[in-house]
């Protein structure tokens, strides 16, 4: 089993909808939790962090931690064409951060 | 903007050849990390230094792959010998954590070394 596991999509909505990008991790000693976009061609970005369980707002982006359930989300609400990239979620446990494969998501006009 | 910088960006070589990246992370981060990138694969850590010292590299081939961290502004992954499967991008990235303490590792990733064996 991955340790960080994400639906590999592709995921598709149209413009001005909302995305849901999931993630499951198996250490339970994981403490961090981020959100990476990737354009393509390029390097991943921070667009998110959270630490705590409950929600976390930032824009049009929203990430859901739930610890029991071993779950991080992203919602990405009134998508945009430019948000079209692969999100990968990662997962810190003490000094190593690991990623998921990411999910790709188009958003079309 | 402060910045990881990796080299080369692009490096085509044949089978059996040496292949050396670099990576300059940021100044004053502490830990730096070095992943593999495939489209099979995803993001795959293969190994990643603290203040300078290696504290796993379980997912390097240790046979061919070794990562050294020679000084505070310089990281290397070496190949030798290349093989056509290391056909992949390596991504450098560095963050910072405050010592005696995980969490909060945000990290800035480098620009990436596309690395293709014939």
């Known amino acids: 089993q991955k340790e960080v596991e994400q639906n590999s999509g592709p995921l598709s909505v149209p413009e001005g909808a909302i995305a849901s990008l999931n993630c499951t991790y198996s250490?339970?000693?994981?403490?961090?939790f981020f959100w990476y976009r990737q354009y393509s061609g390029k390097s991943p970005e921070l667009i998110m962090s959270i630490y705590s369980n409950g929600d976390k707002e930032d824009g049009r982006f929203t990430a859901q931690l739930n610890k029991a359930s071993q779950y991080v989300s992203l919602l990405i609400r009134d998508s945009q064409p430019s948000d079209s990239a692969t999100y990968l979620c990662a997962v810190n446990a003490g000094s190593d951060m690991r990623f998921g494969a990411g999910t790709r998501l188009t958003v079309k006009p | 903007d402060a910045r990881v910088t990796q080299t080369p960006r692009h490096k085509v070589t044949e089978m059996g050849q040496e292949v050396t990246m670099r990576c300059q992370p940021i100044l004053g981060h502490n830990t730096v990390f070095w992943y593999r990138q495939t489209m099979m694969q995803g993001l795959e850590l293969l190994a990643y230094f603290r203040n300078r010292a290696p504290l796993d590299d379980s997912g390097m081939p240790k046979d061919r792959f070794s990562a050294e961290m020679p000084d505070a502004t310089l990281a290397t992954l070496k190949i030798q010998p290349s093989e056509p499967r290391d056909s992949a991008v390596y991504f450098c990235?560095?963050?910072?954590?405050?010592?005696?303490?995980?969490?909060?590792?945000?990290?800035?990733f480098g620009a990436g070394s596309r690395l293709t064996v014939l």
């Open positions: 250490d339970r000693v994981s403490q961090s």
């Open positions: 990235a560095s963050g910072l954590i405050p010592d005696g303490r995980s969490g909060a590792n945000v990290l800035t």
